[in-house]
């Protein structure tokens, strides 16, 4: 027994030496540099691995090394990583990430890093939604607009109107579309399904084409939420769809995005509105013969204007090698490499010398009518806003939940947005 | 009789209620890993995969590292299972068979020690695991994973040591045996299935941990399976479903394997202590 004791002793310790390893660094007067990326979708990691490869041919000197993360964790490891000072050099991310870590000083000012092509490019309302203070904390280089999926043949038999970019619906004519659809399909057939599992986001951004912003900045800096009537426009749309014209499916409003396709591809609902990358998805998994097509979103005062979360790159700021990881940023989002990485991930680009791509410009898949949406996307609303993440998991998101399920009426809704969330936002702006 | 056959009937469909409910998201896992895209999106869903298909499985390992992050799962698990059994053995005899004020407010502590959150611990454990220059090595992880079950796992074998008559003890004692030969020859033959039973609770937690493993490790030669699993998921938890399946499907083969290997063992032990009781 002792000897086997002392078996499993040995047997530990030889595992302990097995596992040990040591850290990545530089060596040799190279410099290596740690790229974490994002991508997720087979296509995306392959153009984003082909991309580092080639830099690295290119550079010796700079050796990049491609580290896989994920979006389902990757506020909770950076953070760690950043408190641990063992952060990447180069981070993909999402800008309604950021604010936190560009106010805590993880991430460099990119002001003064990045060549003037590349500022030039990219349109100065995509640059806004990674400028926190004075500071620009990350490159928005792809982005995506929610469009509105719909069957094709269905919406050809109906005999409505085909909306465009040019001629877009507007919310009440979307609000009659969907009903004519929603009656015409017979039962348990629905005009639209939303996929509202993360109803905030879909709401506010989509409310700027309305004119809605929710979020007012005062001359003192300090941010209130007043809920208007252009900020009611698309939760009304949406709560008269599912409660009243019944034209909206009651059951996917609590769903994500992919739960609504099955129903979409059987035949249940005409029209689902989701995120341009979806289209993948779709491609993947449609039926033979199944007809779709992408209409933009319908249009309010303010035309087809969105808001979006751009992916972003940025630089932490413990970074040693700052230039070096800014002239690898400048390489990978050069106009045909941003297309690549565009095309991967089914996204848009930001840069407009990448939108105007024509692989960009094809009907097929819809791409056409996506591309010509980039023009109207800002900033999401209040992404900036420190108290936001709280307002939105404990005051807005079981809020419009209620009232988009039917449970509470407008009052309640803006009471709850308005009061109880500037509530919230002051214990942050003090 | 007739009221006794109606109560066996009740017991076996709950009974088998039961092992559905435990058996559904397996099953289910199963089934996904052999559907294609389209077959994944229809809209009435069906147990057996209408046109089974291994283009799951090609595609998980064509894309992630699956095997090497096998292999460093189980490095970490074997390590932490080992390492937190050779300590929790003689610790737990301790606690179970000599009550003190000590050994009471060791149980309490590691009673305590269960209630505090990961996120609680995380930074200040890997600021500790930096300074050690164990951050980004899988001997670090294990560490981690050694202290964590270790808790746990004494808790259990305590509860196994109680259950060794204290008797066979002393009659080992009155046949001339002294106290290591009484541990090594008589107390830990009965410990088997203790020992087993804690090996495999460390195991598994260790194989199946995601968070740790997450942040503390840093390039992907060293991430384990639970990690790079997390890879199928992209933005707003939109999945690569089939994929993924397949992936999570041969991710719980071996805690599988090693429950269905060992499990006779275990029950066979605690059948054998319930009797001599």
Avoid at chain 1, 414 to 421: E, F, H, S, T
């Amino acid at each position: 027994m002792r000897s086997r004791t002392i078996c499993l002793l040995a047997l530990a310790l030889a595992l302990l030496a097995g596992c040990t390893g040591g850290a990545g660094g530089s060596a040799n007067g190279r410099i290596t540099l740690r790229f974490q990326s994002l991508a997720w979708q087979q296509e995306s990691v392959e153009a984003n691995k082909e991309l580092v490869k080639e830099w690295n041919a290119s550079h010796p000197g700079i050796k990049v090394e491609y580290v896989q993360g994920s979006w389902d964790s990757v506020h909770d490891q950076l953070l760690t990583s950043f408190e641990g000072g063992e952060a990447p050099d180069i981070i993909h991310d999402a800008s309604d990430d950021l604010a936190d870590f560009a106010y805590g000083g993880y991430l460099a000012d990119l002001r003064g890093l990045l060549p003037a092509r590349l500022k030039s490019d990219i349109p100065q309302r995509s640059w806004e939604t990674a400028t926190f203070g004075d500071g620009i904390y990350g490159v928005p280089f792809l982005q995506e607009p929610r469009v509105i999926v719909a069957n094709a043949t269905w919406l050809k038999d109906s005999g409505v109107r085909i909306p465009t970019p040019e001629r877009p619906w507007s919310w009440p004519e979307f609000r009659n579309i969907t009903r004519q659809l929603g009656s015409g399909g017979g039962k348990g057939k629905y005009g639209v399904a939303w996929p509202l599992k993360e109803p905030v986001s879909a709401t506010l951004n989509l409310s700027l084409s309305a004119g809605g912003e929710l979020f007012h900045r005062g001359a003192d800096g300090k941010v209130t939420i007043r809920f208007g009537a252009a900020d009611q426009v698309v939760p009304r749309t949406i709560h008269d769809q599912a409660n009243i014209d019944h034209s909206a499916s009651p059951t996917t409003l609590g769903s994500g995005g992919s739960d609504t396709l099955p129903g979409f591809f059987g035949g249940k609902y005409a029209m689902v509105p989701l995120g341009f990358s979806y289209r993948q998805q779709i491609v993947q998994q449609a039926p033979k013969g199944f007809d779709w097509q992408v209409l933009p979103a319908p249009a309010g005062a303010d035309g087809l204007t969105q808001g979006v979360s751009p992916q972003t790159l940025s630089i932490a700021e413990d970074s040693p090698h700052k230039k070096e990881a800014a002239a690898f940023l400048d390489f990978l989002l050069r106009p045909k490499n941003m297309v690549r990485l565009a095309l991967g991930d089914w996204m848009l680009p930001t840069g407009s010398r990448a939108l105007r791509d024509p692989a960009l410009h094809t009907a097929e898949d819809g791409w056409a009518t996506g591309t010509a949406l980039a023009a109207h996307l800002r900033s999401a609303p209040a992404q900036s806003v420190r108290g936001y993440p709280e307002w939105k998991d404990k005051v807005a998101t079981p809020a419009f939940q209620e009232y988009y399920s039917g449970a509470i009426g407008l009052a309640e809704l803006r009471r709850r947005l308005v009061k109880d969330g500037n509530l919230v936002l002051a214990r942050y702006q003090r | 009789m007739r009221a006794r056959t109606s109560t066996r009937v009740g017991r076996y469909a709950a009974l088998l209620a039961y092992l559905v409910f435990l058996a559904f998201p397996f099953l289910w896992l199963l089934s996904t890993a052999f559907k294609s895209p389209r077959e994944l999106g229809s809209l009435h869903p069906t147990w057996i995969p209408r046109h089974p298909t291994l283009d799951n499985f090609r595609q998980a390992f064509d894309e992630q590292p699956l095997l090497h992050a096998a292999l460093n799962s189980l490095l970490a698990a074997v390590g932490a299972a080992v390492i937190a059994v050779v300590i929790a053995t003689p610790l737990a005899y301790v606690m179970a068979r000599h009550r003190s004020a000590l050994t009471r407010a060791a149980t309490g502590w590691v009673v305590v020690s269960q209630a505090f959150p990961l996120v609680l611990v995380i930074i200040p454990l890997f600021l500790v695991l930096k300074n050690l220059r164990l951050i980004n090595s899988l001997a670090g992880l294990t560490l981690v994973y050694v202290v964590w079950a270790l808790p746990f796992a004494l808790w259990m074998l305590a509860g196994y040591v109680r259950a060794v008559p204290a008797e066979i003890e002393e009659a080992a004692a009155v046949d001339g045996a002294g106290r290591l030969r009484t541990l090594v020859s008589v107390v830990a033959p009965l410990l088997a299935p203790g020992i087993t039973a804690t090996g495999l609770f460390a195991f598994v937690t260790a194989w199946n941990e995601f968070f740790f493993a997450l942040v503390l490790l840093k390039t992907p030669e060293k991430q384990t399976l639970p990690v790079v699993l997390t890879h199928f998921i992209g933005a707003e938890g939109v999945a690569d479903l089939g994929p993924l399946a397949a992936a999570a499907f041969l991710a719980t083969l071996p805690s599988l394997v090693v429950f269905a290997l060992i499990q006779r063992r275990i029950t066979g032990g605690m059948l054998t202590g319930a009797v001599k009781n």
